[in-house]
């Protein structure tokens, strides 16, 4: 685990040491990055007294203004009323391991962190790589304002662009994580939990590599963010329900900003369909023989499109090379990626006005950032939260968040949203859970309460939300109403001693 430090320049005094390598790790641009330049800083500032955050120990190392806004945003965070509830004591140093450092799990696990929770992450990939753009809805921009996420990205919610990479938003997430505690595992890959053999011991999970120090680490619960619904959340118990739809193949591109003027001069087009801006499509078709339906055109870290396409009009342009049936259309030998590129160019250039010269973002394996993809069925898990229980007794609380619990409908751009719902939720089933106030049986009934409440939230209810945190009766009217005092009817004949 532990790296040599850079070296130490003796006359160079620790808080300008410090400095730089906290500029060097707000820099970082990629996981294996962030991690490196945090364990240069570690090394640097040492353990604090009584487990003091990574975050308070640096900023009592260095007054490099940085880290004191950091300290600032963070200490207000753990002393707000959302983290000084009665019961909070009971979750301190209690173990959870969270599946996944996409936004989702990264925001459970700090979200958890600042509860007290001793917070695990595995991620199963090294590197972050999604260029694609999500719109965030206002509570979202404020949420990650106050977790400090300007201070590590600047350029974050400056205009009326309320937009991120699913990159960049991974990136800021981890920093934060890290300068709260919570430990980052990257290249590790869960598989499933184990239940605990003997007395003591407790559940842990069984991972790849199988010999990861990760797989000693004892939890209490589990958070699964792995964006899927597969196989292994069988395993664990849970199950989904599928509703197919009509087909629907999405096609996204991502195009390099030059950042030059031309880049700057382009306007967003936030969600545009057919019912609002028909002209669009119009000249599309008129003009360059392309058929789409929905577009959304955002000018973030790079040029992002993404658009549903017409079956008939991409047969007709020979990206799709045949008709072979629904289940078969996208397989990689039916797409020919010349043309599939040809058409994101199409439409990007007459976005933009013929203007830019388009080069495509590229993968880490280097082919161009475009891609096709059916979004024709869509799955929301059956159950939210699942406890099992081991023959030593010892209980594992489970839960799911993001689009592990809830497959999002992109055109609608609830998906984050609908996402960081789900982490304050399930961190107030955690809460709840080690808090003593209410019974195991009613932490689950909760849960359930607000699943249902978050299902039934649509794009408009989400946009009139104006207070969020993880206490659910902030948020869903329907749970206030079900949680107020209830008014006993006591009947009439009873006898009133
Ligand atoms: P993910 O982002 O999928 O992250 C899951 C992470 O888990 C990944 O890093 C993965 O590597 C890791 N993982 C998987 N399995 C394992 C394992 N076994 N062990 C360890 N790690 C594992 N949403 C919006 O709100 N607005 C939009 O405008 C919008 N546009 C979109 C456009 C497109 C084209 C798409 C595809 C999605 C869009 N979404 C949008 C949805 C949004 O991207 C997702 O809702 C969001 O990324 C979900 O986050 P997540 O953390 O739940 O899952």
Redesign the pocket.
């Known amino acids: 685990m532990s790296q040599s430090v850079e070296s130490k320049d003796a006359e160079v005094p620790q808080g300008k040491l410090l400095q730089e390598l906290l500029k060097k790790f707000s820099d970082a641009d990629d996981a294996k990055e962030i991690q490196e330049s945090f364990r240069a800083i570690c090394n640097e500032t040492g353990e604090g007294k009584d487990g003091d955050k990574p975050y308070k120990v640096l900023s009592q190392k260095t007054d490099f203004h940085r880290a004191q806004n950091l300290r600032k945003a963070f200490d207000s965070k753990f002393n707000s009323k959302d983290y000084k509830k009665d019961g909070r004591e009971a979750c301190k140093n209690k173990q959870v391991l969270v ?8 925001r459970a696990a700090i979200e958890l962190a600042f509860l007290g929770f001793r917070v695990v992450v ?4 090294n590197t ?1 790589s ?1 260029n ?5 809805w206002t509570f979202l921009v404020d949420d990650l304002k106050s977790l400090g996420f300007r201070e590590l990205y600047p350029k974050f919610g400056l205009s009326d662009r309320n ?1 991120v990479s ?1 990159r960049r938003l ?1 990136i800021v997430l981890m920093k934060i994580a890290l300068l709260l505690g919570v430990d980052v595992q990257l290249g ?4 499933t939990v184990e239940e605990p053999g003997d007395k003591d011991k407790g559940w842990r999970a069984r991972l790849k590599p199988a010999n990861h120090p990760t797989s000693k680490f004892d939890f209490e619960v589990l958070i699964v ?4 619904q597969n196989i ?1 959340l069988t395993d664990l118990g849970f199950s989904w329900t599928k509703i197919e739809r009509k087909l629907a193949i ?1 096609i ?1 591109a991502n195009f390099q900003n030059k950042n030059k003027k031309e880049d700057f001069d382009q306007e967003d087009m936030g969600g545009v369909s057919i019912m609002n801006k028909m002209e669009i499509f119009t000249e599309l078709k008129a003009k360059k023989d392309v058929d789409i339906e929905n577009l ?1 055109y955002l000018r973030d870290e790079t040029h992002y499109f ?1 658009m549903t396409g017409k079956k008939e009009n991409l047969l007709k342009r020979g990206v799709l090379r045949e008709d072979t049936g629904k289940k078969s259309l996208l397989n990689k030998d039916n797409i020919d990626r010349e043309k599939l590129k040809q058409l994101a160019k199409d439409v990007a250039s007459h976005c933009t006005k013929e203007k830019i010269d388009l080069k495509f973002s590229e993968w880490a394996n280097g082919e161009a950032d475009v891609a096709m ?1 059916e979004f024709t069925s869509r799955s929301h898990a059956n159950e939210a939260a699942i406890v099992k229980e081991a023959k030593n007794n010892k209980k594992l609380l489970m839960g799911l ?4 619990l809830k497959q ?1 409908f ?1 055109p609608e ?7 960081i719902f789900s982490v304050y939720d399930t961190a107030w089933m955690v809460y709840e859970w080690f808090s003593g106030k209410v019974t195991e049986e009613e932490v689950i009934e909760n849960r359930k309460t607000t699943y249902n409440c978050l299902r039934a939230m649509t794009k408009e209810s989400l946009s009139t939300i104006r207070e969020y945190g993880i206490d659910p009766k902030k948020r869903y009217a329907e749970y206030r109403a079900i949680q107020s005092p209830k008014v006993v009817d006591i009947p009439s004949t009873s006898k009133v001693e």
């Open positions: 599946v996944g450092a996409g936004p989702c799990g990264l595995v991620e199963k990939r972050f999604r694609s753009v999500l719109q965030v937009h699913i991974q590790v890959e869960f598989e963010a792995n964006g899927q292994q999405a996204a959304v993404v993809f968040v993001g689009d592990s999002p992109w751009g609830v998906g984050i949203a609908h996402g």
